[in-house]
Each structure stands twice: as structure tokens, then as C-alpha cells.
């Protein structure tokens, strides 16, 4: 906390009772070659910091993000967090970004996640609302990880009490502005490979469920994203998605192009139009009103949504998702610790 300049580096850490590593409001720091598995909430959970590196790292069994640069700062023309050369896997998400601002996110796997990425607003974080991710070069696939199963060994902890996770997603931004997703590899993600939301946050409001008392901002769209030159299937070309792009339609100047799932075939979407990037539309550079409302893709965000302990899925049928929640026992609660392997001479983080 405050430790500006501080170097973490070559150790494991696991079962952390909230956080393995946790560093926040600082200014200068460096995560290399560091292993975290099975916390309760986020095997790495930065919050609040500027000019922060992280690479080399693995984050599994997490009850929230593996990975999550929360409240980054606000840095035009810069970046205040680099994610690089990463893995992170089996956790409830790989990645999770509430005001995740100007981080640079690039060369990275996010796989076995009930889903890859979340990125999000809300007002109780500092820097409101999210902006400028750039997210390039990364590999997301297989992430049908289901945490809501009683067998599961990774409990959902953070999101427990007022939304589902859509298990089966790899990147799914709920509300954010400017950022770009451009040269990743999506495959295997059984419901959506991308899914661009607002009506969640327009559910939810900003803030997560007004019951908490959190401040209120007026509900939005997410606007001016950019999702170009991504393909939505394996190398092999035999693993797609479910559906390549999701999108509800809401928001201003979101734009898709060069997105394929193989050679001259255009991705899958359940969206009724995806607008371009840099065509002129009615005479402007990029689209400025909202595309056509994708009802059913909005329903399904509503129904994520937990309302006196039971998600809103239910009343609408029945959750593909499995019976939930995980049992206490699940390893990243207390009630399951279990020991790392015995260590080696070397060390996890530095075996070969």
C-alpha cells in the first residue's frame, strides 16, 4: 500500500483469505515470474496505480479476476499498467477491469475461465468511468470453466450476491468507453467469443444493485469501442465459437471490422448490424447514434442478474448454468484449503 517502486518477483503464493498478491495506490511496480493460485477473491489484484508492469505470471483458481488492474489511473497518451506473457486460467474470471483505465493488456492466454475477460464502470472505483484498454495479441479459448457446478473446486465469491457469471464467454464488456480489441484469437468459448453489453449496466446502473448503497450515476451505454482484425476460431480452424460477436446495439460509435472465423468467412454475430469503423455514416467519421436494439441479447444480460437470491434466469426458465453456488468446501474457501504441492528445488515459478 503506497510502496512506490516496489518489485515483487520468482515466488508462488497460494490461498490467499482475499487476495494472493494485492498492491494498491502506488506508483512504480513490477510483478515478474509469480505464481497465485486459489484465492477466495483475486490471485492478483492491483488497484489504484500508475506505471505498473506485470509479466510472467499465472493466476488460477481465483474466486473473481485472476488478473484485475482495478481503478487504474486516468493517463492520456500513456499507459498506466502493461499485462504481458501471462496465463490465466480456471479461475471465475480471467480477467477482471472495473475502471481498468489505459492498461495495455498483449500477449497473454486467458483459457478454462467461466469467462476470459470482464471489463467494467462503477462509481465506487476511482477514475469513473472505464476508457482506453487496449487489448492485442492475446489468446482466448476454452473458457467454459462452470464455477456454479456443485462439484466445482472454484467458488464465485465477488459477484455472488447480485449477478451470474455467463460461463462459456470469452470477453464480455459491460460498460466501458475507447477501448480497442483488436489482433486476438478467440475459439472454443461455447456462448459468445466476444460480447459487447451496456444494458447490463443500464439493469444495474453503474454501481452494481441499488440495494448497496453505492453512489449512483445515471445509466449508460458503452460507446466509441473498437473490435478489428480478430479471429474467432483455433489455428486449426476446427474450434469456433458459439457466436463470434454478441452485441445489444446500444452506444454510440462501437465499431467492427476485419473480424473472421476463417478465410473469407466473416464472423458470427446475433447482432443485426455491425457498424464499421472509419466509414462515414450521415456524413461523420463514425456512427453517432445507437445501432438497432438487440432485444433478446439485452433479456439475457437482465437475466444474469441475482434479485432476492435468486437469478432473474430462473424466472425466465432455467439457467444453463448449472444448479449453484459451488459448495463451501470449493478450494479457494477457507473451508477447502489444501496444501500446494511439495515444493522443489527450484520452485514453481522458475521449473521449466
Known sequence: DRSDGVIIENLSVWHGHEHGIYILDTSGLLIDRVHSGYSKDYPFLTFANDHGLMKNC???????GGIYPGGSAETPGRFSMEITGCRSYHNVLGYSGTQGNHVWVHDNEFFDNAVGLVSDSETDHPNYPQNNLLFERNLVYDNNFNPYLETSDVKATVFADFAYIPVGTGVFLLSGNEN??????????DRYGFWLGSGYGLVLAPTGP?????????????AKNRVVNNFFNSPAGDAPNGTDIAWDGMGEGNCFEENWRGEDVPAT???????PCNVPVNGQPMPTTAAVPNAPNLATQASLVIVEGEPICFRMGTCEWGPGPAPENAR?????????????????????
Open 180 to 189: 480497442t480489441f483488436q489482433s486476438n484469437q478467440f475459439w472454443g468459448n
Open 210 to 222: 441499488v440495494t448497496t448503497g453505492e453512489p449512483f450515476a445515471p445509466p449508460w451505454a458503452s
Open 269 to 275: 454475430t446475433d447482432a443485426a448490424f455491425l457498424p
Open 332 to 352: 479457494n474457501m477457507p473451508e477447502g484449503y489444501r496444501p500446494p504441492p511439495d515444493p522443489t528445488p527450484c520452485g514453481p515459478s522458475t521449473c521449466g
Open 58 to 64: 499465472e493466476a488460477f483458481g481465483g474466486g473473481d
